[in-house]
């Protein structure tokens, strides 16, 4: 069985003496004191100055227990993975898309034009045809002169 003993910190085990009216921590001496000014907080200070931001995050893995370490990395890693193969993914139906409307687009563009190209033409000669029976109204078209004598 174990047994527990209680251990008393030294400081805790000296009573203070109180100075002037009963009070403890107030003396004239004392007012300016501070602990930041030890000869180890300027020993962290220069350590730090050379520590780079890179060593400080490392530095923190300690901080977090192995479990959770893990699960972090874990998610981390699936959603690199999930990033890539999406991008991966992106890119090769970007190509297949891009491949297919040149392709395709291209001689169905080029054959819009021509069969626009086509109707255009038949309007100007139309146009013309019309503009040539408004200047000659008394002249009948060569085909109808053509069907009137083969019949």
């Known amino acids: 069985m174990v047994k527990l003993t209680e251990v008393e910190d030294e400081h805790f085990v000296e009573k203070p003496t109180p100075s002037k009216h009963d009070a403890l921590l107030v003396s004239d ?22 520590e780079t ?5 490392s530095a923190l893995k300690d901080i977090l227990p192995p479990s959770a370490r893990h699960t972090i990395t874990s ?19 970007l190509w297949i898309i891009s491949t297919s409307a040149f392709l395709i687009g291209v001689p169905w563009a080029l ?7 086509y109707i255009q033409m038949e ?6 045809k ?3 029976e408004m200047l000659t109204p008394g002249s009948e078209p060569e085909q109808q002169q053509q069907a009137q004598q083969t019949l």
């Open 111 to 117: 054959a819009y034009a021509e069969e626009e190209q």
């Open 29 to 50: 001496d004392e007012e300016d004191y501070t602990d930041t000014e030890s000869e180890l907080s300027d020993a962290s200070d220069d350590e730090a100055d050379e």
């Open 75 to 93: 998610s981390v890693s699936t959603l690199t993975s999930f990033g890539k193969a999406s991008l991966s993914f992106s890119g090769r139906a």
């Open 130 to 132: 019309g503009a040539n």
């Open 123 to 128: 309007r100007e000669q139309g146009m013309i």
């Open 53 to 57: 931001l890179a060593d400080r995050i």
